[in-house]
């Protein structure tokens, strides 16, 4: 029996550091769901401020869980929401986590549903049409 292992008293049973045949490098850990998405939207920030700059001109984006109870529209739920600024207050676009993420089958659709939320609460702010500020759409 391997002194490594004991299978009844429930004690060690693996190895306490990485072998050295990875080089001493410890593994990644992968990104958590939140991580994931605040990286996607940088993302698409950067794709459409290299598009249609002018598009981001007095925005602030940000990222929230879940929307108000209150923002729900005939019992279907958000996947964004844009105020505009008034006065020395910039406009504001939203994009809500959670929905967004239950929509994506994958973290590739996540990344594209979350670039065309983003594109199209803009075009809504602006005024600019979507093919506008982003170049790439269909």
């Known amino acids: 029996m391997s002194s490594r292992r004991d299978r009844h008293g429930r004690g060690m049973r693996g190895p306490l550091v990485v072998p050295r045949n990875h080089g001493g490098v410890l593994p990644r850990p992968s990104p958590t769901r939140s991580e994931f998405f605040a990286d996607a939207v940088s993302a698409a920030l950067e794709r459409v401020s290299q598009s ?17 109870k209150q923002s729900f529209i005939e019992g279907r739920v958000p ?19 959670r929905p967004l993420e239950l929509r994506a089958a994958t973290s590739a659709g996540l990344m594209i549903l979350v670039h065309r939320t983003l594109v199209e609460q803009l ?12 170049g790439s759409a269909d």
Request: aromatic share 2%; charged share 25%.
């Open 52 to 68: 249609c700059p002018g598009a981001l001109d007095r925005v602030v984006v940000g990222i929230e869980d879940v929307p108000e």
């Open 79 to 97: 996947l964004a929401s844009a105020q505009d600024g008034e006065g020395p207050r910039p406009s504001r676009v939203v994009l809500f986590r």
């Open 123 to 134: 075009s809504a702010l602006t005024g600019l049409p979507v093919d506008v500020i982003d």
